[in-house]
């Protein structure tokens, strides 16, 4: 089993900075994927950002170049900095852990970008 929890979350303005992190606890293989998800109301979930085996990364297009996330040397927290951060980046992050054939999840946690 694995759990995940997040933090970081919380209401910024627009153009301002905030960091996720996640912390995985349980049976964690290092060379399995971490990542974030986001889901804003009304919307799918959707990708935002993956490291996966060997420190291979890969963005959402509309976070390229203001969200950089990063892995610590254990393999068991994620961060998510996220830089000029606008209105429509409003929505529940979800911290990811791919384990092939299943997927854990976090519980969420809000960012808001708001004027």
């Known amino acids: 089993q694995v759990q995940l929890v997040e933090s970081g979350g919380g209401l910024v303005q627009p153009g301002e900075s905030l960091r996720l992190s996640c912390v995985a606890s349980?049976?964690?293989?290092?060379?399995?994927?971490m990542g974030w998800y986001r889901q804003a109301p009304g919307k799918q979930r959707e990708l935002v950002a993956v490291?996966?085996?060997?420190?291979?990364?890969n963005y959402a297009d509309s976070v390229k170049g203001r969200f950089t996330i990063s892995r610590d040397n254990a393999g068991n927290t994620v961060y998510l900095q996220m830089n000029s951060l606008k209105p429509e980046d409003t929505a529940v992050y979800y911290c990811?852990?791919?384990?092939?054939?299943?997927?854990?999840w976090g519980q969420g946690t809000q960012v808001t970008v708001s004027s």
């Open positions: 490291s996966s085996s060997f420190g291979t990364t």
């Open positions: 349980g049976s964690i293989f290092r060379l399995n994927a």
């Open positions: 990811n852990y791919h384990r092939p054939g299943f997927d854990y």
